[in-house]
């Protein structure tokens, strides 16, 4: 959604605006996560990579996911029999580590999916996101601290980058319209938030309460 401008297309429908839109060949067009034949070449990147960040990994190889970087905790070892092992399982050209330089500069879309904490905050600051590409979409999915908020507000307004989309944002759930990310009139545009709950649909919150059922009552089992 980040990628399709949805904020700014919702927005002239819901504000009687479309009637006036002139078509155009490339009016209102974004980047895609998909490859094509002119465009044959998809790198995403992960801040952190761990279960999540490989599990979401395998669910991007049917877009034509052509190769993936990623970056680790400073005091992780390399892994490049796993990487190797990653890459021939899902069919991609490449995975391996990279520094966060490379990540920024290389990434077309970008998943934010690190712990939260002191050591990991605002890691995507101003001069992180001054090296990502113009067309690159960021995507939070882990903890709104990891990403300060002034600077993508400005990332956003000054088009350093093309979009972004979060279920997490530094400060929840106390945001207000004096937010930076709020404020910010591109954000209506490129900009897609959600309170938090992106993981929220019915079979999943039912599992999610099925499982803690049954731990509970495997608990209750163990102390008798």
Known sequence: MASRNAGEVVSLVQENKWPSVSWAPFGLCGPQLSTTDISPK????????????????ARLIPFGITDCIYTSNPTS????????????????????RV??????????????????GPTT????DEKFLKKMKRSSVL?????????????L??????????????????????INADHPLVKEPRSEDNLVSAEHHIY???????????LRV????????WRL
């Open 200 to 210: 929220l649909i019915l079979l999943g919150a039912l599992y999610c309460l099925t």
């Open 139 to 151: 995507v939070n999915t882990s903890r709104g601290t990891l990403v300060d908020s002034d600077a």
């Open 77 to 96: 070892q390399p892994t490049p029999a796993r990487d190797s092992d990653l890459a021939k399982r899902h069919g991609i050209k490449s995975l391996r």
């Open 121 to 124: 905050r605002h890691l995507v």
């Open 42 to 57: 998809r790198i995403v990147g992960f801040l952190g990579f761990g279960r999540i960040s490989q599990a979401t990994l």
């Open 214 to 221: 049954r731990r509970f009552r495997l608990g209750l089992k």
């Open 153 to 174: 507000a400005k990332a956003l307004k000054e088009k350093w980058i093309w979009g972004a989309g979060l279920d997490v944002v530094e400060g929840e759930p106390n």
């Open 99 to 116: 520094d966060m330089d490379e990540l920024a500069s290389e990434s077309d879309f970008l998943f934010v999916l690190a712990p939260g």
